[in-house]
């Protein structure tokens, strides 16, 4: 069985920072990519960002230059710094990974999602 656990989501000014943390546990193999997705009310998910086991990173553009994803394999954990928030930054945030259980088996997962609130 495999778990992501999302942490350090909360309510912040306008301007301020947040750090995310997703800790994948259980049955792991290997990590493929990971990435952060968010979802404000009423609207879709959208992705924010990804990083690569090799750490190459994409970022949506509504967040370059402002939020940085990095990853540590060594403990199976991602991250991402969220600097110069707006209120229009405010949503639930999904971390999602592709892991391998075994050589030959790669399934998707979800965490739980954390939210982060911008007040004006």
């Known amino acids: 069985q495999v778990q992501l656990v999302e942490s350090g989501g909360g309510l912040v000014q306008s301007g301020g920072s947040l750090k995310l943390s997703c800790a994948a546990s259980?049955?792991?193999?290997?990590?493929?990519?990971m990435g952060w997705y968010r979802q404000a009310p009423g609207k879709e998910r959208e992705l924010v960002a990804t990083?690569?086991?090799?750490?190459?990173?994409n970022y949506a553009d509504s967040v370059k230059g402002r939020f940085t994803i990095s990853r540590d394999n060594a403990k199976n954990t991602m991250y991402l710094q969220m600097n110069s928030l707006k209120p229009e930054d405010t949503a639930v945030y999904y971390c999602?990974?592709?892991?391998?259980?075994?050589?030959?088996?790669?399934?998707?997962?979800w965490g739980q999602g954390t939210q982060v609130t911008v007040s004006s």
């Open positions: 259980g049955s792991i193999f290997s990590i493929d990519a």
């Open positions: 990083i690569t086991n090799g750490g190459s990173t």
């Open positions: 999602h990974a592709r892991i391998r259980t075994a050589l030959w088996i790669t399934s998707e997962y």
